[in-house]
């Protein structure tokens, strides 16, 4: 319908977000750009917010989009944060093709720990995209923080990215002054 009648090639409205058709309005350049800034930067953990609809998991597929062609970049995107600790850093490991000898939760934190390590020494930087993390348990988003960010401060891997919704009140730190 819309192809026809706009003289489009195709159609621009999807289930799934498509960054080919995201409009960089103001807010979402800024955005991006924060995003971008915070992965180069190896800020830690980057948290965006909006009302539903605003944009939001278009922007993190525009991010993935940008960081996937980047050798210096592995991603691990998690679009259902609904896992218990030891499915979360599976999913992390295995969407960053990591292979884990073993299966104990230990085990997966191991890999995960030697897995960042080994990315920092490279000079790579790890981003972890959370999709709807407000709907974490908080026990669970302490996994990858200590992870990247473990007392010895000198081997700190790189980034974390965590998207939310338009409250994040399970995480007052996060919340900041909203």
Same mark, same amino acid.
């Given at each position: ?5 706009? !003289? ?9 977000? $498509? =960054?080919?058709?995201?409009?960089? !309005? ?23 917010? !909006? ?29 259902? =944060? ?12 295995? $969407? ?10 230990? #085990? ?14 490279? $000079? ?12 974490? $348990? ?13 007392? #010895? ?26």
């Amino acid at each position: 319908m819309y192809e026809s009648f706009y !003289g489009l090639k195709e159609n621009p409205f999807n289930v799934s977000p $498509d =960054p080919q058709f995201l409009y960089l !309005g103001e807010n979402h350049r800024e955005a991006l750009a924060q995003l971008l800034y915070g992965v180069k930067e190896k800020k830690g953990f980057i948290v965006i917010t !909006g009302e539903v609809g605003t944009g939001k998991t278009t922007l993190i597929h525009c991010l993935l989009s940008r960081l996937n062609g980047n050798s210096h970049t592995k991603t691990a995107f998690v679009f259902n =944060p609904k896992l218990n600790a030891h499915e979360f850093i599976q999913y992390i490991l295995k $969407d960053m093709e990591v292979k884990v000898n073993g299966g104990t939760k230990g #085990d997966y934190l191991h890999a995960l720990h030697r897995y960042l390590l080994e990315a920092y020494q490279k $000079d790579e930087r790890v981003v972890i995209i959370i999709d709807e993390a407000q709907g974490l $348990d908080p026990e669970l988003l302490q996994h990858p923080g200590r992870l990247l960010h473990p007392p #010895d401060r000198r081997r700190t891997a790189d980034s974390l990215s965590v998207l939310r919704g338009r409250r994040f009140r399970s995480f007052p730190e996060l919340a900041g002054g909203q």
